[in-house]
């Protein structure tokens, strides 16, 4: 008993603890029931010890633990990882001119739903609908939180009665990423699956077949995030929207990735579904997100026919899911400078920047970040060779934008990569690259070229 005691009077106090991470950027109301739980959990262990602890180590271990919860705050990262659209890393960041306009809505008060000329109560986000409906093509368009939102909602206004049957192709009963499948998501809204086809092949006929008196409509969803090669067919949307019709029954596009300007005029990649081409080929609705191939904020995008885009606006789920005055703005913004930007100049949306970069300039970027790090650091060698960017984020799976990276390939006895991308992972800001054929790649198609210099920096750091 006595040498317990002596055990935990060796722990070092929360005063203590709390005075040595005084300098982290962490409130106390956060830090002080940690590190009493930590405390609370060491002293539980007292008992089972023969030995004093040492008050430095326990600190310093405590601190270990605060620094990682420092380090998780929402902060900005530099993505040289070359995958455009990073669920991971955000999606797609927002353009400055956006912002600049948020600061001012969101900053202060703004009219999100009043109306200036009569004085009273205004509907909401008016403006951006009418841009997103012009951009689309479409008679009429809103938005909510995501897509996986707008899925849900376009469902619910379709069941109804003894309609709750949804007919999709098996080969598109797709998972988005996190877990989250897109047959799951149909069946909370309380739709009933008709699945049709096989993985590789579905028919006109077997979507015929399938509508009953039951059906509540027939869903296409755009195969975004995976490519099935080889013995393949399945139904154009045209013949999908005529067979829909024939029967007085909606079709629905979900595009997930939503680009709205010609993919392969920007880069030398496949020719991503726009939704302006889904309503032009008759679908009568198309959902996709704002923060893939858009460009915006995270938001779901509805559009196409007034009658059902107004009823989505009516149903009491809309409430649950609709967007504040940040995400509006945002959408806003983006939406306005697509439509300003129509006469062949590509907008300021830095995704479709990164997608159209030419891979001459980010040679030239790459060369000169190299000439710098090579000059002040004997110890390691930067190297600059070609590299493979990604859209991601569930868009276009096949397609492999030509890109340029910065390859740092270990010397005898100096650090191994993956301690090299700890190293930099650590960096303020964090810059994250990817460890491939034994070497670690920064892939300059996603670092912002005012970054460069930081990155530049980050690398000198790293690699004394
Ligand atoms: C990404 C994706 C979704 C989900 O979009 P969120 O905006 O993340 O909810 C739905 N459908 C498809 C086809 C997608 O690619």
């Excluded at 005029?265 to 496949?270: E, F, G, S, T």
């Excluded at 609709?322 to 509006?328: A, G, H, M, N, S």
């Excluded at 912002?448 to 000198?460: G, K």
Aim: proline fraction near 6%; glycine fraction near 8%.
């Amino acid at each position: 008993m006595g040498s317990s005691n002596v055990i935990l009077r060796s722990l070092p106090a929360v005063d203590k603890v709390l005075a040595a991470l005084a300098d982290l950027p962490v409130p106390s109301a956060v830090l002080t029931p940690r590190v009493r739980a930590a405390l609370d959990g060491l002293r539980a262990q007292s008992w089972e010890r023969t030995e004093p602890w040492d008050a430095d180590e326990v600190t310093a271990s405590i601190r270990r633990d605060a620094e990682a919860l420092a380090a998780s705050r929402l902060r900005p990262v530099i993505n040289a990882t070359g995958v455009l659209i990073h669920t991971n890393l955000g999606r797609s960041p927002a353009s400055a001119r956006a912002l600049a306009h948020l600061m001012a809505t969101a900053g202060g008060y703004c009219n999100v739903e009043f109306d200036l000329e009569s004085g009273k109560r205004g509907p909401r986000a008016g403006y951006a609908e009418a841009c997103l409906a012009a951009l689309c093509e479409a008679e009429a368009a809103t938005m909510v939180n995501n897509c996986a939102a707008a899925l849900f909602l376009i469902l619910r206004i379709h069941l109804g009665g003894d309609r709750r049957e949804v007919i999709v192709s098996r080969g598109e009963l797709v998972e988005i990423g996190g877990g989250f499948r897109i047959p799951e998501i149909l069946e909370t809204s309380g739709a009933v699956l008709r699945e049709v086809g096989t993985t590789n092949k579905t028919g006109i006929e077997d979507y015929a077949r399938a509508i009953t008196p039951a059906t509540a409509l027939i869903l296409k969803v755009h195969r975004s995030n995976f490519h099935i090669e080889g013995f393949t067919s399945e139904v154009g949307l045209a013949e999908l929207a005529n067979l829909a019709h024939d029967h007085g029954l909606p079709l629905v596009h979900d595009l997930g990735s939503g680009a709205v300007m010609a993919t392969d005029q920007l880069a030398p990649i496949d020719h991503e579904p726009t939704p302006m081409e889904s309503l032009a080929s008759g679908a009568d609705l198309v959902c996709f997100s704002g923060d893939k191939l858009l460009g915006g904020p995270q938001a779901g995008i509805l559009a196409g026919r007034a009658d059902l885009v107004a009823a989505a606006k009516k149903d009491p789920f809309f409430r649950a899911v609709r967007c504040d005055k940040v995400i509006l703005t945002l959408v806003q913004e983006t939406v306005t400078d697509y439509l300003a930007s129509r006469d062949g100049k590509t907008p300021e949306v830095p995704v479709l920047r990164f997608l159209a970069e030419p891979v001459e300039t980010l040679r030239q970027r790459a060369e000169s970040i190299a000439g710098t790090v090579n000059a002040t650091v004997g110890a390691a060698r930067v190297e600059v060779a070609a590299a493979v960017s990604r859209t991601g984020g569930g868009t276009m799976p096949t397609s492999a934008i030509p890109s340029v990276a910065l390859v740092l390939r270990p010397r005898d006895g100096g650090p191994r990569p993956d301690s090299l991308a700890a190293r930099l992972r650590r960096h303020e800001p964090p810059v994250l690259g990817y460890v491939e054929d034994g070497a670690l790649h920064l892939n300059l198609r996603t670092v912002f070229p005012p970054q460069d210099e930081t990155l530049a920096r980050a690398l000198a750091q790293a690699l004394v």
